[in-house]
């Protein structure tokens, strides 16, 4: 019965309201330009009044939407929809106002956000009718919170070090790739210290933060301090973060860590200087040769002429095979080398090779010794990168060998693959330098100041088509003892076919 | 080591390439130099010291000591100060050519940018031998 009563004065309310808009033209106007909506509810949720503005929000016309439960509105799952009804109700049994955020649902399927300042109703007794609300649209508000958070995520999660300082210069934010790159554990080791802390030069950073107080922003390379002293190189993008009235607020930066791109970059200009004194010697000596040709007198003709034919032929060898590295290389980075799979025989492939050194390791006399578990020894793989891996190891292994030193190659069957060893005693490669080998431009240094012929590309090459065929290489050597490199290949290698160019063996 | 009594002027050669050190010998040889060798710069300046040679063709990239650094070590010798050098190599960037030029070299020339009988025209040249 209470409830009956409830609903007869509800009514009488609404029925105050809208006779009120419709006795004061004024009143009506201020509801149809108020930025809000005012709902009126009953105890159970039903509303029971709904200014104009509901149709420009949510497509419906207040008279339709009179009478219907409120929850109707609700842009939430079921279970939602039941917690906001609680506390909607909850809310309207207190004396107090209450406020809450709501999600809508508009006729289209819209969802609009708003802020909702409901106020309980009572009658002349003092019990509870109903609530009355304001809704406020605050959509805008939600988007751009939802987007700051997408943004800020951005920085949080990005690789690149961000920071911003107040225009004191003190850091109050680093993002974690910042700790990483700077090497520090826990934010609080950085928070508030001046951002000049941080850099090898403090002048130099002074300097820039002044620079970018008066130009709005910098970027540029500094060589940058890590917490345990160790420098290295940063790029760094910086600006002034301003307010609408245009008076700075804070000092925003990123840093890109470029170290390994600047060593990569000096061994870039380093093998260029390298190569490109390689390529000159023999084109020097081919060039002279054939100078001497021309101008042989010709009582000594037959013998001369013979000799220097060899030397050009020689040299010109060895200018195509510089030139072959540096080709095999560029296609190696650029993925345009074919692989085509067909059976051989590796002991063959090791027997021709050997041939192509044999000069050679008869001038250092080397002693050569082969042990092969098998012969023929049948494989399925590309048998010209094969070739080009183990003529390398190879050419390596007589390289660096000591005169009179010792040379064994062995080949083995391992489950499904086959095991290639090649040992040679000599310089080795320092343990600490070990695990660099297999990088491009990379020469060991007990071997630059020892032989100076060599681009440190060779390993590089047979490192990148050990992969591409699935197998793996590793070495064992201590310095001045000598080395021993493994080469693990798959006796069979599925057939495909990739890349669109062709490698050059020398 | 080759020998000649045409002239006695002694010649160092410090070259590492040996396709390019026996083209050498074999064509200053057949002028009547006497023509030391040298494959490495530690070598190069052990023998530069022993022998005395009149003149000295220096390669720059070489094994152990590089040329610039035998340079160096030569020009600090009282003997080793004036003898007259010739840097012959393939490197040609500033920063080399100052400093063999500030160790003042008689001529620096790139292998490639010179034909051998020009070569030896300077050669010639320095050693003051009448052109044949």
Redesign the interface.
């Known amino acids: 019965m209470k409830k009956n009563i409830n609903q007869a004065n509800f009514i009488g309310v609404e029925k105050s309201i809208q006779g009120t808009l419709e006795g004061h033209p004024a009143c009506q106007k201020i509801f149809e330009l108020l930025p809000v909506v005012v709902i009126a509810i009953t105890n159970a949720g039903y509303i029971h009044f709904v200014s104009p503005k509901i149709y420009d929000w949510l497509g419906y016309k207040s008279k339709e939407i009179m009478g219907k439960h409120f929850s109707e509105l609700i842009c939430l799952s079921e279970k939602n929809k039941c917690l906001i009804k609680d506390k909607i109700l909850e809310g309207q049994r207190s004396k107090e106002s209450i406020y809450y955020e709501i999600a809508l649902k508009s006729l289209s399927g819209d969802t609009m956000y708003c802020s909702v300042q409901s106020a309980p109703l009572l009658n002349s007794e003092g019990s509870h009718i109903g609530a009355v609300a304001v809704f406020s649209n605050i959509t805008k508000l939600k988007q751009a919170q939802r987007g700051l958070k997408e943004k800020s995520a951005a920085i949080e999660y990005s690789i690149d070090a961000m920071a911003i300082a107040d225009l004191n210069q003190n850091l109050k934010y680093v993002n974690p790739a910042f700790l990483q790159i700077w090497g520090y554990e826990d934010v609080n080791e950085v928070l508030g210290r001046s951002a000049i802390d941080f850099w090898k030069s403090k002048e130099r950073a002074s300097a820039i933060v002044r620079s970018i107080m008066r130009d709005g922003g910098w970027s540029g390379e500094l060589v940058a301090q890590r917490k345990d002293g160790t420098l290295f190189n940063v790029k760094v993008s910086t600006s002034l973060i301003k307010r609408e009235n245009e008076e700075p607020l804070s000092i925003m930066a990123s840093f890109m860590d470029i170290t390994e791109q600047k060593r990569l970059d000096i061994a870039k200009s380093e093998f260029i200087a390298t190569a490109s004194h390689q390529l000159r010697n023999p084109l020097a000596s081919i060039n002279w040769y054939a100078e001497m040709l021309s101008t042989i007198s010709d009582s000594s003709k037959n013998k001369k002429v013979k000799r220097y034919s060899t030397e050009i032929h020689n040299s010109t060898i060895r200018l195509i095979s510089l030139v072959n590295a540096l080709l095999n290389t560029s296609r190696i980075e650029l993925g345009t080398f074919s692989t085509s799979v067909r059976k051989f025989d590796l002991t063959g492939l090791i027997e021709d090779i050997l041939k192509i050194f044999s000069s050679q390791i008869k001038n250092k006399e080397i002693d050569v010794s082969k042990n092969f578990s098998k012969t023929p020894f049948y494989i399925e793989s590309d048998s010209m990168q094969i070739r080009i891996i183990v003529q390398n190891l190879i050419s390596n292994a007589v390289k660096y060998s000591n005169r009179n030193g010792s040379l064994k190659i062995s080949l083995e069957e391992k489950g499904e693959e086959v095991l290639f060893k090649i040992f040679n005693t000599g310089y080795g490669i320092p343990k600490a330098q070990q695990s660099r080998i297999f990088t491009k431009f990379f020469r060991a240094g007990n071997i630059l100041d020892k032989e100076k012929d060599g681009t440190g590309l060779g390993l590089y090459i047979a490192k990148s088509l050990i992969n591409n065929l699935k197998g793996k290489i590793w070495l064992e050597s201590e310095e001045d003892k000598g080395a021993t490199f493994f080469l693990a290949l798959p006796k069979s290698l599925d057939k495909e076919i990739k890349g669109i160019g062709e490698l050059i063996t020398n | 080591m080759k020998k000649n009594n045409k002239n006695n002027k002694k010649i160092l050669i410090v070259e590492?390439?040996v396709?390019?050190m026996?083209?050498l010998g074999e064509?200053l040889g057949e002028q009547g130099f006497l023509i030391i060798m040298a494959e490495d710069g530690e070598q190069a300046l052990e023998i530069a010291l022993k022998e005395k040679p009149d003149l000295i063709l220096l390669d720059i990239?070489?094994?152990?000591?590089d040329g610039m650094e035998m340079l160096g070590k030569l020009r600090k010798n009282t003997w080793g100060s004036n003898v007259p050098v010739i840097i012959l190599?393939?490197?040609d960037?500033f920063s080399t050519i100052n400093e063999a030029l500030g160790n003042h070299v008689y001529d620096y020339l790139?292998?490639?940018d010179w034909?051998?009988?020009d070569i030896l025209e300077r050669i010639k040249k320095k050693l003051a031998i009448a052109q044949s």
């Open positions: 590492d390439d396709a390019t026996q083209l064509k990239l070489l094994p152990k000591m190599t393939n490197i960037d790139v292998k490639t034909r051998l009988e």
